[in-house]
């Protein structure tokens, strides 16, 4: 059975290499997508031993930003890449952050008993953990001014009553736009989100089998609007599948993501573990099959310990 990691990463190339050694067999395939605003040589330089790659081509790269599309239409290429290969099996989305925490053949029996499934987090809006429930990412207009992260400035559309109860501020908004090259000229219509039928989020990292990614991709071929209203939408990785998946496949074939990540610290972003959380991690291997994140550069012991002690866990629940 083929296994197909999607890898989107922006830097750590030494990192993003040892991820693919630790996951590479005679199944495993990996499509990498490389942030087109990032110099792309050194990732071919470190990753020119590695084998089973498909490393996306410069035409097909994406600008990749925080909380933009970037990241969906990544993710999209690949998609189509191992669809255009033939290739079966599960599509398992990582990040270079993102690490295993069982060995690959625990991976590979996972699959194995598991290969109607789908592993992704979804859950109805309104999701009460989101600011105002979720509905601002779709009710308005996104956009990003550069490459930072939290860059993203939001709008109503001159037919929202919220435009003029902010006015001053919206209006500034609308002006920083323009000196920026963007002329928000979405807002000059209605904000119609009802083409998402059924509003889904969850956390952006998943597990699906080929013939989802199959029928995600045929859903989007057939309603080339569906994407395009995303393009708008803030952080869209935690909306678009959530909500094609959720109208297209059964609930029984649905379960949670087997990603482990700790929001404990708060923000926005996940804690970055270190060789003192590795017992948090082992506790974790017995039902997560990947954690994130972690950083080579700043605590390389405990991807290490892992290596060294997670190679043959106990059976990773379904």
């Given at each position: ?21 630790r996951l590479s067999s005679s199944h495993a395939h990996f499509y990498v997508h490389i942030d087109k605003k990032v110099d792309i040589k050194p990732f071919f330089e470190a990753l020119s031993g590695c084998s ?152 952006g990292w998943w597990i699906l089998s080929a013939s989802t990614v199959r029928a995600v991709m045929s859903f989007l071929d057939q309603q080339p609007d569906y994407l395009l209203f995303f393009h708008r939408v ?85």
């Amino acid at each position: 059975m083929d296994i197909n990691y999607i890898i989107v990463a922006h830097e750590r190339p030494l990192q993003l290499k040892r991820l693919i050694n630790r996951l590479s067999s005679s199944h495993a395939h990996f499509y990498v997508h490389i942030d087109k605003k990032v110099d792309i040589k050194p990732f071919f330089e470190a990753l020119s031993g590695c084998s089973n790659i498909c490393l996306v081509d410069e035409n097909d790269r994406e600008v990749c930003r925080w909380g933009g599309i970037g990241i969906v239409l990544a993710v999209l290429v690949c998609m189509r890449h191992i669809l255009q290969e033939g290739n079966n099996g599960p599509c398992v989305l990582l990040s270079v952050q993102d690490y295993p925490l069982v060995s690959n053949a625990q991976i590979e029996d996972f699959f194995e008993s598991n290969q109607s499934k789908d592993f992704i987090d979804i859950q109805p809006f309104p999701i009460s953990d989101w600011i105002d429930d979720g509905w601002y990412r779709l009710s308005q207009f996104h956009y990003q001014f550069g490459d930072k992260k939290y860059s993203t400035r939001v709008l109503p559309s001159l037919w929202d009553s919220a435009f003029y109860s902010k006015f001053v501020t919206n209006v500034i908004t609308v002006a920083k736009l323009i000196v920026h090259g963007q002329i928000p000229f979405h807002i000059l219509k209605r904000r119609d989100y009802s083409i998402v039928k059924t509003p889904c989020g969850g956390h952006g990292w998943w597990i699906l089998s080929a013939s989802t990614v199959r029928a995600v991709m045929s859903f989007l071929d057939q309603q080339p609007d569906y994407l395009l209203f995303f393009h708008r939408v803030h952080v869209p990785d935690e909306i678009i599948f959530q909500s094609i998946i959720r109208q297209i496949r059964p609930e029984s074939e649905l379960c949670s993501n087997k990603t482990y990540t700790n929001w404990q610290a708060g923000g926005a972003s996940p804690k970055v573990f270190n060789e003192n959380d590795f017992d948090e991690l082992k506790n974790a291997s017995g039902s997560f099959l990947f954690a994130r994140k972690f950083s080579e550069q700043d605590d390389d012991k405990i991807l290490d310990l892992l290596d060294e002690h997670l190679l043959m866990p106990e059976q990773v629940e379904s």
